[in-house]
């Protein structure tokens, strides 16, 4: 399995397949729809080395500098390159991960999958299974705190990653879906028991149907866990890595896949008016 690594500039997203068509033209992908054929803007003996160029070892300097020096016009690679990025062919300069320290909080199979995957991301994870402390959240602070199987958290636990302001994700399976989310990003984002309230005004009955599901853990196949599982990883590496620009999808929603079918649904949990959490002023 290929990662991303720190980059300094410009690199062709690993993803991402070079071949050469018989006209000399460089082919990127091979996706019929998304593929992205570029003519070469020079010697076509050269396109081979220009394209190792954009490995992200380079700043966009350097890049430009030693392509002049493969017989390429600067300014011509500097629009293949503005192309190439339009395109989001290209990753640029790896900011710092956003988590450093990430916490599964949660006992059952989707937890023990997310702890495997998430050291295979590059992330520090910790667990716990049982009731977290004031203490423990004191001294061992996640980045991010993740509510792992449990169909519905312990509302205590809740209410003090609100009070501590530490961001935390809901993931679990219900019914046959797993379930990705909401983000909650205290005092920005809709939280919890906004979408408690959301379901209320839907569902009259639903505080007593959620205290049913307190602690409970949804069922599902091996696979099911895997797919839920590398969604929420999908999630965090964004929340990690992502463009600052491109707001994580969970946040002010879920991601809700069906195991059986599969499909993915983003289903909206904005700020409930009556919740004091902040985030609806």
């Not at 196949?221 to 590496?237: D, F, M, N, R, Y």
Request: glycine share 8%.
């Amino acid at each position: 399995m290929t990662t991303l690594t720190s980059t300094r500039g410009p690199m062709l997203h690993p993803r991402i397949t070079v071949l050469v068509r018989p006209n000399g033209a460089i082919q990127l992908g091979w996706n019929p729809e998304a593929a992205v054929i570029v003519q070469p803007p020079g010697p076509v003996e050269a396109v081979p080395a220009l394209v190792r160029l954009l490995d992200g070892s380079r700043s966009e300097p350097e890049i430009l500098w030693q392509a002049r020096e493969l017989g390429f016009d600067t300014a011509v690679v500097t629009e293949l390159l503005r192309e190439m990025t339009a395109a989001d062919l290209l990753v640029g300069a790896q900011p710092r991960a956003r988590l450093r320290a990430v916490r599964v909080h949660g006992r059952g199979p989707i937890a023990d999958a997310l702890l495997d995957g998430l050291r295979r991301i590059g992330l520090r994870a910790g667990h716990s299974r049982d009731r977290l402390t004031e203490r423990s959240l004191a001294t061992e602070r996640p980045d991010l705190l993740v509510l792992s199987d449990t169909l519905v958290p312990d509302p205590g636990l809740v209410a003090e990653l609100m009070r501590r302001r530490i961001p935390h994700l809901q993931v679990r399976v219900r019914d046959g879906r797993g379930i990705v989310g909401p983000l909650v990003l205290p005092g920005e984002s809709s939280c919890l028991r906004c979408a408690d309230l959301h379901r209320t005004d839907y569902e009259p009955d639903w505080p007593q149907l959620a205290a049913q599901l307190l602690g409970r853990v949804g069922y599902t196949s091996p696979a099911g866990v895997a797919v839920t599982a590398a969604l929420a990883l999908k999630e965090i590496e964004s929340i990690c890595f992502g463009p600052a620009a491109r707001p994580p999808a969970t946040l002010d929603a879920t991601l809700e896949v069906d195991l059986d079918t599969p499909h993915l649904d983003r289903r909206d949990w904005p700020a409930h008016p009556s919740c004091d959490c902040g985030a609806g002023l």
